[in-house]
């Protein structure tokens, strides 16, 4: 038994009907389910500048706080366990103040041994020269007995065998002389050597304790104590301890090669942190440098090109109380030159 009647034309009855039900459909997601297109407010206000650039000609760049000396990595000349660690993020220092110290102990033991070892050879220096100064003693002795038996012209006052012992005597002083001069200058050579050694060892055990190359502020502190440190370490492995000079702190402003023309080198930046419009500062211009290079200061906007070269020219910030810190992206504004200057 149909539950259609038997004069139902799907063609003519049916077809309607689903496109009816398919409408009302389209019509209930086109209201409930397309999302919310209301205005909202930005999360974050955008770069904009201000001030006299605003109706100015300007060029726009991004860049990176860095510290005026720029990121010094810290090594190690000698591998070692770290057995003193006396720094830590946010540390400043002075010039030669020590970081951090690795394990000494075999160095140590190596400048014991030296100082045995120079102490025997000292005595054996000593011990020498007295027997020279025996040997030198009983040489001229000898030569002076044989020098008067040679000068007594009556041969019967001096029997031959006198004579053949006091010149015995003397050619066997002369060699003990001459065997303590040898053992004299092994001696002296030992006690070089040694003392060679001894500081070749106090220059390890300075090398053991690493100091910083200038004053400045310790930004990482990649290391602990106990921890194993190789002076073969990587191109890609992480510097064990980051610092550099953040009084003051510079920004490398990245602009594009295409503006680079524009810009008006010697003219001040006005610079915000990535975020802060709002908080805007006016940075003295430093340098240009000499290169352009690629780009790697991203802002990661959708529509940033990242296969450019761009112009990184430095400038130095003012004191402005923890604003702006190592790292940190910024945005910049540049005066641009005036059209008559830059024909």
Not at 135 to 159: M, Y
Not at 187 to 193: E, G, I, P, V
Not at 212 to 221: D, N, S, W, Y
Not at 272 to 283: D, L
Request: zero cysteines; hydrophobic letters at 45%; aromatic letters at 4%.
């Amino acid at each position: 038994m149909s539950i259609l009647p038997d004069n139902f034309s799907f063609s003519r009855q049916g077809l309607p009907i689903l496109a009816v039900i398919g409408l009302i459909f389209a019509v209930v997601y086109v209201v409930f389910g397309l999302p919310d297109r209301e205005m909202q407010e930005p999360d974050r206000d955008p770069p904009r500048a201000t001030g006299e650039l605003a109706d100015s000609a300007r060029v726009a760049g991004a860049g990176v706080v860095e510290p005026s000396s720029e990121v010094i990595d810290i090594g190690t000349a000698l591998s070692g366990l770290v057995t003193d660690l006396q720094v830590q993020p946010g540390d400043y220092v002075e010039a030669g103040q020590p970081l951090f110290t690795v394990d000494t102990r075999a160095i140590r033991s190596r400048i014991q041994e030296t100082g045995a070892s120079i102490g025997e050879a000292r005595a054996a220096i000593t011990e020498a020269r007295a027997a020279i100064a025996e040997a030198r003693a009983a040489e001229d002795a000898a030569a002076r007995q044989l020098a008067l038996f040679r000068s007594i012209e009556d041969p019967a006052a001096v029997s031959q065998s006198e004579v053949i012992r006091a010149e015995g005597e003397a050619n066997a002083a002369r060699e003990r002389r001459e065997l303590a001069q040898a053992r004299l200058t092994a001696a002296q050579a030992r006690l070089r050597s040694a003392q060679a050694q001894a500081g070749t060892a106090q220059t390890e055990l300075g090398r053991a304790t690493v100091r910083a190359p200038m004053a400045g502020e310790i930004l990482a502190v990649n290391i602990r104590p106990g921890e194993y440190l190789s002076t073969a370490g990587g191109g890609n492995s992480e510097a064990f301890i980051q610092m550099g000079q953040t009084r003051p702190l510079h920004i490398r402003i990245d602009v594009d090669e295409e503006q680079a023309p524009r810009v008006a080198l010697g003219e001040a930046a006005f610079v915000s942190p990535r975020g802060a419009s709002g908080e805007q500062v006016e940075a003295r211009f430093v340098r240009v440098e000499p290169q352009v290079v690629p780009k790697r200061s991203l802002t990661n906007t959708a529509s940033e090109r990242v296969d450019v070269r761009v112009l990184q020219i430095i400038y130095e910030l003012p004191e402005t109380d923890g604003l702006f810190r190592v790292g940190q992206q910024v945005d910049a504004f540049i005066p641009a030159r005036s059209a008559e200057a830059s024909e």
